[in-house]
């Protein structure tokens, strides 16, 4: 009898396949999350708004109001967000941004709503 054929430590075809087919759906699961992260990707956003009783919301979610996020920036994964800024007799106002690593400083004005 020949040792020569599928050796323990030699993947067959079907595994060299189903390994392909892993690496594929890894590579667009990556992709469909918006590439590589590495786990140090953070940005930080301070917000100077006007009025300072404005609340703050990004990817729909409230984060704090705009005094606060002058004083201390909020941490977020880098990337695009979406960021609503809304208070009582001010029209809303959205803004996508691209937040890079590191901090970046917004400044907002909301106009107010005629009489």
Known sequence: MSSRG?????PGRAALAALGALTVWA????????GPQVAGDRA???MVIEPESASVYIDDRFIASGRKLAARPVRLPVGEHLITVSAPGY????????LPEGETKIELSL???PP
């Open 44 to 46: 930080e956003l301070r």
């Open 27 to 34: 590579l667009l699961v990556t992709a469909a999350c918006g």
């Open 6 to 10: 599928h050796g323990a430590g030699r």
């Open 111 to 113: 106009r107010p709503v």
């Open 91 to 98: 029209f809303p106002h959205d803004v996508r941004v691209e």
